[in-house]
């Protein structure tokens, strides 16, 4: 089944009220850039402003990717995704923090009943790597930063944490 790229574009109305439109498009790496790419969502755009009354306010471009070939294939028993860990970073220019959950978090990562973020654990490696000043990146550099694009300048806190995912496991689980 295929997994389409998806432009997407939200239409603000004359009372405020938005709406999201989806345009599913057939996207190979190989022949178009990330930039030929958005130059596309970029031209639809321009086409469908002129035929829409409302206005685009903001869009997005969401590209499906498979997993790497070396990751593991199948959860390690006992799993949920229930079960997580959540850091928080301190963000350069504000005070609030910008937390990563990490879902089904490993059991083998869990010192003491807290995370693992000795120096070398992978726990500490994944937070280097987004914080790190150098970018996450080696060929092109990409830098962790907030969903209001504030730099991640330190972890201030580490624990874990239950999510219930009631509908997900409805679908799952059954009484008897």
């Known amino acids: 089944m295929p997994d ?4 997407s574009y939200t239409i603000r109305d004359a009372e405020g009220v ?9 996207y190979d790496g190989a022949t178009l850039s990330i930039n030929g790419l958005a130059s596309n969502w970029d031209a639809l755009g321009t086409k469908l402003d002129l035929i ?3 206005v685009i306010v ?13 990751w593991k294939t199948t959860p390690t028993a006992p799993t949920q995704v229930a079960n997580g860990a959540i850091l928080d970073f301190n963000q350069a220019n ?4 910008q937390d990563v959950l990490i879902p089904a978090y490993a059991q083998a990562q869990i010192v003491g009943g807290r995370p693992d973020l000795s120096l070398g654990s992978n726990t500490e490696v994944f937070i280097s790597l987004l914080i790190a000043t150098l970018g996450i990146f080696p060929a092109e550099p990409a830098f962790g930063n907030s969903k209001y694009l504030n730099a991640l ?4 806190d580490a624990f874990l944490n239950t999510r219930k995912h009631r ?5 799952v689980s059954f009484e008897v």
Not at 58 to 70: D, E, H, K, Y
Not at 94 to 97: A, G, N
């Open 58 to 70: 903001s869009g997005r471009v969401t590209i499906p990717l498979q997993p790497n070939g070396i």
């Open 167 to 171: 509908r997900q496991l409805d679908k």
């Open 52 to 54: 829409t009354d409302g």
């Open 18 to 26: 938005k709406a999201v439109t989806n345009v599913y498009v057939a």
């Open 94 to 97: 504000i005070k609030y923090v």
């Open 153 to 156: 300048t330190s972890l201030r």
């Open 4 to 7: 389409p790229t998806i432009l």
